[in-house]
């Protein structure tokens, strides 16, 4: 049987493709069985250990590329011979953790997806619904949303098929939608009373880095929302119909979906 590291294995897209891999999946982080932690290589070794195929998820709140540039490499070194890498829509094109994939000797796939709707039930923005505000840089500008779920699935089918190496997906949900009437969605389903608050810039990237994001990391975060706020992020991408032959789950599927789970109970 094949095995698939698979990193970040707690997160949103990791614990879904660990799920879907089964006894495949060799799931690892900084707090799972086997600990993976890509500030301690001496970590990498014991995971790479009689793995085929990785999900590489780059360093959280981290723009710098080091530790895939050298990950990389040890991981062909040790046997692997398939990597999907998770990235984002509009990465720089000279970013070093794509390089380092594309320039390997192994098959790979590179996905690029959108925001993620789970974003608003389990990352950075659950708090802020919980609490009945939700504060950001933002305006009528849409963002194509995409579910969690369907990053996973694209990535399994790259881990487990030869027909996605060397393609480049970008993924998006099947419709644009701006912050305000994400909100109230969530706000309507979920029977909570939320809104939304458009604040400034300067203020919302210092309270992330005050909330322990890296200085670069909060800054490239505050300018993909100001680029949804200004309408520059709002048009839609066909990954998942190519690489899955179906539509992508629309916003307020998800939404449904999280609220009978008890997201924001």
């Given at each position: 049987m094949t095995t698939t590291l698979v990193l970040g294995a707690t997160g949103k897209t990791g614990r879904r493709v660990t799920a879907a891999l089964g006894p495949a999946a060799r799931p690892a982080s900084r707090s799972s069985a086997l600990r993976f932690d890509?500030?301690?290589?001496s970590t990498w070794a014991p995971a790479l250990d009689g793995v085929s195929a990785v999900y590489l998820v780059?360093?959280?709140n981290n723009l710098e590329s080091a530790e895939v540039e050298a990950f990389v490499p040890?991981?062909?070194?040790?046997g692997v011979r398939r990597i999907?890498?998770?990235?984002?829509?509009?990465?720089?094109?000279?970013?070093?953790?794509e390089a380092a994939v594309r320039e390997s000797t192994v098959d790979w796939t590179i996905l690029r997806p959108t925001w993620f709707q789970q974003n608003f039930s389990e990352?950075?923005?659950?708090?802020m619904v919980l609490g009945g505000e939700v504060a950001l840089p933002m305006g009528a500008g849409g963002n194509p949303f995409i579910d969690a779920q369907d990053i996973a699935d694209v990535a399994v089918a790259a881990l487990t098929s030869d027909a996605h190496a060397g393609r480049v997906y970008e993924l998006s949900g099947p419709e644009a939608i701006s912050f305000p009437d994400a909100v109230a969605l969530v706000a309507e389903v979920s029977g909570r009373e939320v809104k939304a608050v458009d604040v400034p810039e300067e203020p919302f990237t210092a309270a992330l880095a005050e909330a322990g994001f890296s200085p670069e990391y909060a800054a490239v975060l505050t300018a993909s929302l100001a680029a949804?706020?200004?309408g520059h992020d709002a048009h839609l991408s066909t990954g998942v119909q190519e690489a899955l032959g179906r539509e992508p789950r629309r916003f307020e599927d998800y939404v449904k979906a999280a609220a009978a789970a008890g997201a924001w109970s």
């Open positions: 890509w500030s301690d290589s780059p360093p959280a040890a991981a062909v070194a040790a999907v890498l998770l990235s984002a829509r509009g990465i720089d094109p000279a970013d070093g953790r990352d950075f923005l659950l708090p949804i706020r200004d």
